[in-house]
């Protein structure tokens, strides 16, 4: 099973490999992992995309806890959050397919940010059916390049 | 006041109460060389080899509960100590270990002896550090000795760039480490110890499963009287010899590969396993699915990650071993239940002792050729069980925990997790210098001795007194023990025709060398060895056939052991 987890580490140098190194090193998956600073300049968040069965998922969040710069660790699973990704796509926009794009872009509420003589590259944003419906829909135009920041996700409410 | 950052380390040290380093210099480190020289309070000990050094300071942890201490230079110096940390990791040892690094400058430049030795020793280290300015390297040696010897102890490495430690910076050891990322739990969970109390006062057929955790934790006394309280027959892992007296009635020895048959068919037969500061490694359980199938299980452990990660646990308790035998053992002295639970479990106590009766650990005497467990069964006898023994490992390793009574903690030192070749003598000199009035004995074999055999230089040099006894079967016995069972007797490259001659090299170290050939020599020869002075190397000549009795095959239920 797919789990969403936010893990806030102290803004130093090493974290990442620290944390990347746990996955390698014990055979865990990483789907996505999207890294920042929050608002407290000396924390930063990663939000991991995983997969595995509870007891794998059990022993990920542990062995991230025991990371001694790791501050906290929350799996999203069965928490109502708000999830978005950014991709980034080229696609071919030449002679009727132009129309096409310009007409999804429309609908899936994306944007065009560059313009070349024979392609597009769009902006979208949107939980992760929206993303794939969206690349669903371009593909038979013919889709160049794809840029995907992975998932970032924060709970709801307060 | 302004210090520069190798006197800053020195000071530092010192401060911390650290009386000894076991190191080797280089370009990268030669500041700090040049400090220590000027101060008396930290001893320096020069071993041969870096791995040697991390050794010792694993054996001296170990031995002594102290944290252990080992600085080497930058590259190859740092790279050596892989090794030594991956071994402290997986048996949860305390030390530190100082690394000299190129100038910040030229980092990532692949400069002169430059090795990216925090990348490379991140999994098996606890935390490590690399320091970035002067002003930071006292909170970090003091934050690198608490982490190394709080919670679940670990090896914690510090690299230091040469020009932090040139620059100079005022001297401030913080008087407490703080790390908000780092809180270990020690207080086990009031109400699951008592559902666990509960749980164990409800079945017939208990055991305590003990682990090195018992001993890390200093809770051997606890363990005693929680399984004097309620007659708990306790089984203890590699690492958990001499958590509980080998003595003791309700002692049923090492459980696993090469556990007892008592310990195996109780594990298996029992209907209740109580799990301390143990981690139910795949030595331990044989083929997962059929450890303990009637049993419910508590763990008990510092490490949240050891519970629920090899099999499935019960009542899980996270926290210090000590804290909770302690409440454990609140909750049942002298309560009737106490009294109640002793007399229903007496049949099951029963049932192990004609277990242990029908099968105890044995082997075939012999005239003409030395049965290597006689000669620890002589080690002990000569000893009167009161030395410290390290050992190496494979066959020298199995047959010193077998046959050699342990009755007190911190009196078997040997590589369980990681099984180090070579660890034995370094970890013997380390503990030696640790505990100088006390015998130490390195059970080796011909093969692991050769692992680390440059230390003898170091125990001499530092007339550091310790007692090598070599099984010497002129193979690497447990591989080869394999192959005799599990590959038609292909003794594919594990025959060392007996070289080199080691009495002859002991005396080229100026140590003292030893030789028995025939079994009614060894008593007299290991008498002579340890009476001796300064270090004794003593070569006996074994049955290379000789092999480790019960084994649990790799892969197969612990109830299928193969016997003598």
Known sequence: MRHTISVLVENEFGVLSRVSGLFSGRGFNIESLCVAETMDAQVSRMTIVTS???????????????????????????????????????????????????????????????????????????????VLAFLQMLRPMGIREIVRTGKIAVSRGM | MQMTGAEIFVKALADLGV???FGYPGGATINIYDALFKNVKVRHMLCRHEQG????????????????????TSGPGATNTVTGLA?????????????????????????FQEADIVGISRPCTKHNYLVKETKDLARIIKESFYIASTGRPGPVLVDMPKDVLIASARYELPKEASLRGYRPTYEGHQRQVESAVRLLLSRERPVVY???????????????????????PVTTTLMGMGAFPGSDPLSLGMLGMHGTYAANMAISHSDVILAVGAR??????????????????????????????????????????????????????????ATAFRGK????????????????????PSKGKIKPQYVVEQIHKLTKGKAIIATEVGQN???????????????????????????????????????????VVDIAGDGSIQMNIQELATAVQYRVPVKVVILNNGSLGMVRQWQELFFDGNYSQTCLPRIPDFVKLAEAYGAKGFRATKPEEVPEVLRKGFAADGPVLIDVITDPGEMVYPMVPAGAGLTEMLLV
């Open chain 2, 280 to 337: 139910f490694d795949d030595r331990v359980t044989g083929k997962v699915s059929e450890f303990a199938p009637h049993a419910k299980i508590i763990h008990v452990d510092i490490d949240p990650t050891s519970i629920q990660k090899n099999v499935r646990v019960d009542i899980p308790i996270v926290g210090d071993v000590k804290d909770v035998l302690r409440k454990m053992i609140k909750l049942v002295k002298g309560k009737k239940e």
């Open chain 2, 19 to 21: 009386d000894v380093v």
């Open chain 1, 52 to 130: 595995g069965n509870d007891q794998i998922i059990e022993q990920i969040l542990k062995q991230l806890n025991k990371l001694i710069p790791v501050l906290k660790v929350i799996d999203f699973t069965g928490v109502d959050t708000v999830d978005r990704e950014l991709v980034l796509v080229k696609v071919n926009a030449d002679g009727d397919g132009k129309q096409e794009v310009l007409r999804l872009v429309d609908i899936f509420r994306a944007r065009i940010v560059d313009v070349a003589p024979r392609c597009y590259t769009i902006e979208m944003t949107g939980g992760e059916g929206k």
């Open chain 2, 397 to 439: 390793q199995m047959w010193a925990a077998q046959f050699y009574n342990y009755e007190q903690p911190r009196t078997f030192l040997s590589s369980g997790g990681l099984g180090t070749m070579g660890y034995g003598l370094p970890a013997a000199i380390g503990a030696q210098v640790a505990m100088p009035g006390r015998l």
């Open chain 2, 53 to 72: 050094a991390v050794h010792m300071a694993d054996g001296y942890a170990r031995a002594s509960g102290r944290t252990g201490v080992c600085l080497v």
């Open chain 2, 87 to 111: 071994t402290a990791y997986m048996d949860s040892i305390p030390i530190v270990v100082f690394t000299g690094q190129v100038p910040t400058l030229l980092i990532g430049n692949d400069a």
């Open chain 2, 345 to 364: 479990t007496a049949a099951w106590r029963g049932q192990i002792a004609s277990w242990a009766k029908t099968h105890p650990l044995t082997y075939k």
């Open chain 2, 210 to 232: 003990a682990g090195g955790g018992i001993i890390l934790s200093n809770a051997s006394g606890e363990l005693a009287e929680l399984s004097g309280a309620l007659s708990l």
